[in-house]
Structure formats: structure tokens, C-alpha cells
């Protein structure tokens, strides 16, 4: 537990220092504040879509940083002496989700506060979707990250990782976006469901990833 926590703060510290956090919650403001100029003034009608264009931004917003997760490390050999003091990368990896969450989830959460009220949406809706972004985010960081242990170390790695994230990200928009509109809480549960399976696969999947990158 010392192990993965001392790992966790260094990930996050060094996100901190790079100032790659502000990204999404820039990104997102920036997005919220151009899609009246889109769509026009009509209050009732950003008030309908502007929950699943939050939940867009908030996809693309959490794909940002994923050129800086594991391929600056993997290129210096940091990874390699974390692996020769005997931590295994299914460890770095968990570090890595939780400080890469830390990172950008609870502050893309509360720039979704005024993204919100610049999209007219009502008490209900912000309800919704601060519940359903906080289910989510886990996962969109979990995907991002896993796409980064993917790519690390090929050519283009950041268009191929849009083009990795984005078809695998689907059910998670379909089922956040439903929650805004679901009277039965389906959407949530399923939402729940994929979160939490997209979490504990990733560190085994990236550990995996990682040593065949070493290989």
C-alpha cells in the first residue's frame, strides 16, 4: 500500500508540475462556452442537449493528457527501474489510474458547475450528470489510460489513440448520456457496471502491455 501510494502522488505531482491537469477542465469550459455560438440562444434548447454535448467534452477532454501517461516514462527508462526494485507494472499502472483520475475527474466535476449554468441547464439535470460523471470519469480514465499503455512507443501514438479511445468509449457515452434522460436508473447501473469493469481490467491489461513494449 506505501508502494502504491508513494507511486500515486509522484504520478500526480509530476501532472501538477507539467500543468497538463488544466487541459480537460479548459478544454471543457472552452467547449461549453462555444456550443451557444453553434446552436444559438434558445435556453430550452441547450437546456436539451447540453448534457449530452457535456458528456462529449468531458470524453474528448479526458483523452488529452494520454500522450503523457506512460510514454515520456517508458522513453526515459523510468519505468524499467521501477521494475528492477521489484514493483511490478500491474502496480505502476494502478498508481498511474488513480493519480491520472485525481488528476482530471473531481476537477472536470466542478468545471461542469458553470459549463452548466452557460448551457441553461436546470438543478435536475446538473444533478444527473455531476452523479453520472462521477461513475463515469473513473472509467474514461481507466480507458485512457490503457490506450496510452497500448501505444506507448508507436509512431503517431496520439492520433491512434483517439482512434483506439473513441469506438471503446461509446457504451460509456450511450449510458452517461442516457442517465440525463432515464426515469429507472438502467443507465446509471449499466454505467456503474462498465466503470467498474473497465477499472479492473486496466492495470492487468497494462501491466501486460508494458512488458510486451519491454520485450
Known amino acids: 500500500m506505501t508502494i502504491l501510494l508513494t507511486l500515486a502522488a509522484r504520478d500526480l505531482r509530476q501532472a501538477w508540475q507539467?500543468?497538463?491537469?488544466?487541459?480537460?477542465?479548459?478544454?471543457?469550459?472552452?467547449?461549453?462556452?462555444?456550443?451557444?455560438?453553434a446552436v444559438g440562444p434558445d435556453a430550452?434548447?441547450?437546456?436539451?442537449?447540453?448534457?449530452?454535448?457535456?458528456?462529449?467534452?468531458?470524453l474528448l477532454a479526458s483523452l488529452l493528457p494520454v500522450d503523457r501517461l506512460i510514454a515520456p516514462d517508458r522513453d526515459s527508462g523510468v519505468l524499467d527501474q521501477i521494475a528492477l526494485r521489484g514493483i511490478?507494472?500491474?502496480?505502476?499502472?494502478?498508481?498511474?489510474?488513480?493519480?491520472?483520475?485525481?488528476g482530471f475527474g473531481p476537477a472536470l466535476m466542478i468545471a461542469t458547475l458553470p459549463a452548466a449554468a452557460l448551457l441553461k441547464l436546470d438543478g435536475t439535470t446538473i444533478a444527473l450528470l455531476e452523479t453520472g460523471l462521477l461513475i463515469g470519469t473513473p472509467a474514461l480514465?481507466?480507458?485512457?489510460?490503457?490506450?496510452?499503455?497500448?501505444?506507448?512507443?508507436?509512431?503517431?501514438?496520439?492520433?491512434?489513440?483517439?482512434?483506439?479511445?473513441?469506438?471503446?468509449?461509446?457504451?460509456?457515452l450511450i449510458f452517461g448520456a442516457g442517465t440525463l434522460?432515464?426515469?429507472?436508473?438502467?443507465?446509471?447501473?449499466?454505467?456503474?457496471?462498465?466503470?467498474?469493469?473497465?477499472?479492473?481490467?486496466?492495470?492487468f491489461a497494462g501491466g501486460a502491455a508494458i512488458r510486451a513494449g519491454r520485450e
Open 141 to 172: 480514465a481507466a480507458l485512457g489510460l490503457l490506450v496510452a499503455t497500448l501505444t506507448a512507443g508507436l509512431r503517431s501514438s496520439g492520433a491512434l489513440s483517439g482512434l483506439l479511445a473513441l469506438p471503446l468509449a461509446v457504451p460509456l
Open 44 to 58: 430550452a434548447l441547450l437546456g436539451r442537449t447540453g448534457g449530452g454535448m457535456l458528456w462529449i467534452a468531458a
Open 88 to 102: 511490478g507494472e500491474e502496480m505502476v499502472v494502478l498508481a498511474r489510474l488513480i493519480a491520472h483520475w485525481l
Open 181 to 203: 434522460g432515464d426515469g429507472s436508473g438502467a443507465a446509471l447501473k449499466f454505467l456503474g457496471a462498465a466503470s467498474l469493469l473497465l477499472v479492473a481490467i486496466t492495470p
Open 18 to 37: 507539467s500543468a497538463g491537469l488544466w487541459l480537460p477542465v479548459a478544454f471543457l469550459l472552452l467547449v461549453a462556452s462555444l456550443y451557444p455560438f
